[in-house]
């Protein structure tokens, strides 16, 4: 017989999005249980430390004009870890020469939607890399946090909700979030019968791979300066984008060595290979990097429809509803880490009002 698990609040993904959904929960003193499929919590937050440099696979830091990423620092411990930047201003490769671009042009030319006054304060991140942020909240939830633990479907309950896991056991909740890419949540929706919820399975998440290299100082002929460049549309090759991750933030590397990061457009060969070749003569590089880490991300930043934010309007006018139950994330309320703990808290807040509890 398959146990079944009692929570309050079950929250489907320990993402950035879920985790701050279940942290802000567990601050109003309800019990939660945070599912994710994986084998470790963050998502695309991944930070990495080898040889004395700090590697980030995902996001390397978050816009300093939103207050939700001090505001959770504060709360765990670890304001004291924030670092701002240590350059600014970015270049635009045109395929023969580097210009300078104006103040958050370089996020516009990714693709990457961000309200220009917000661009305008820059970015901060922490000295330990942004994986710190994630460690800090998976050590605040403890045994709430699940891994390997994917829910393969959803059903009402007596109660509210009984979630399936592999295996057939179950979690029982009052209430749910699903922190999940919109196509996945979609899914899980659909099931309960709400299907304005499949169009939102028709976001369109874009693959990305990095590719961080490390080299000694004496190896690269050109000054660094700024904190990188953007390859402009016409300009040829895989390389879409390079931060200049040593030159950005303090600790990424250590003394008279060299960390690049290069953002790499769906391409044949090896990551590594393909962007030192393609950097060597942009930045006069010589020798070999010392090495090279890759990540690599099929479901990448979401791209929304002019109507996204309608869509996913009345998918919640429709989770209303029902017994408590919300969506978070990226998919739903706009990338970027500020985005993703403001959707994953404002869903705990609507839980909570909705059981009755206190949602301040």
């Given amino acids: 017989m398959a146990v079944t698990a009692v929570t309050t609040v079950a929250i489907v993904g320990a993402g950035i999005a879920g985790l701050a959904a279940a942290w802000e929960l567990k601050r109003a003193g309800v019990a939660v249980t945070l599912l994710e499929s994986e084998r470790r919590a963050g998502g695309m937050i991944v930070t990495e430390r080898r040889d004395g440099f700090l590697v980030e696979g995902g996001p390397d830091g978050f816009l300093a004009a939103e207050p939700d990423l001090p505001a959770l620092a504060r709360e765990l411990g670890i304001a004291d870890r924030l670092v701002d930047p240590l350059a600014r201003g970015a270049a635009v490769w045109t395929g023969s020469r580097f210009e300078p671009l104006a103040e958050g042009s370089a996020a516009a030319l990714l693709g990457i ?3 220009g006054e917000d661009l305008g304060a820059g970015f901060r991140s922490f000295a330990g890399g942004m994986a710190v942020v994630v460690e800090a909240l998976v050590a605040r939830l403890g045994p709430a946090m699940r891994a390997a633990a994917g829910v393969s479907a959803i ?7 009984r979630l399936t896991l592999p295996g057939g056991s179950a979690v029982d909740a009052d209430g749910v979030i699903l922190a999940l890419p919109v196509f996945a949540a979609a899914r899980l929706l659909a099931a309960l019968g709400l299907s304005p919820a499949r169009a939102l399975g028709e976001v369109v998440y874009q693959p990305s ?5 490390a080299y000694r100082s004496d190896q690269l002929g050109k000054p660094l300066e700024g904190t990188g460049f953007v390859a402009a549309a016409a300009a040829p090759g895989a390389v879409r984008a390079c931060t200049y991750a040593s030159a950005k933030y303090p600790g990424r590397a250590p003394a008279g060595h060299m960390l690049l990061r290069a953002f790499l457009a769906p391409s044949d060969g090896e990551p590594g ?9 942009l930045l006069r590089i010589t020798g070999a990097p010392l090495w090279t880490r890759a990540f690599h991300w099929p479901h990448g930043l979401p791209r929304y429809e002019a109507h996204h934010a309608a869509r996913v309007a009345r998918v919640r006018e429709r989770l209303a509803r029902l017994a408590p139950i919300a969506i978070a994330g990226a998919g739903c309320d706009g990338a970027g880490m500020s985005a993703c703990v403001r959707s994953g808290r404002e869903a705990a807040r609507l839980i909570l009002r909705r059981m009755g509890g206190r949602a301040d």
Avoid: F, I, K, N
């Fill in 113 to 115: 939607e961000v309200r």
């Fill in 155 to 161: 059903s009402p309950s007596a109660r509210g909700y």
């Fill in 209 to 213: 791979v990095t590719v961080s290299l």
């Fill in 273 to 281: 290979a393909l962007a030192h070749a393609e950097l060597a003569p």
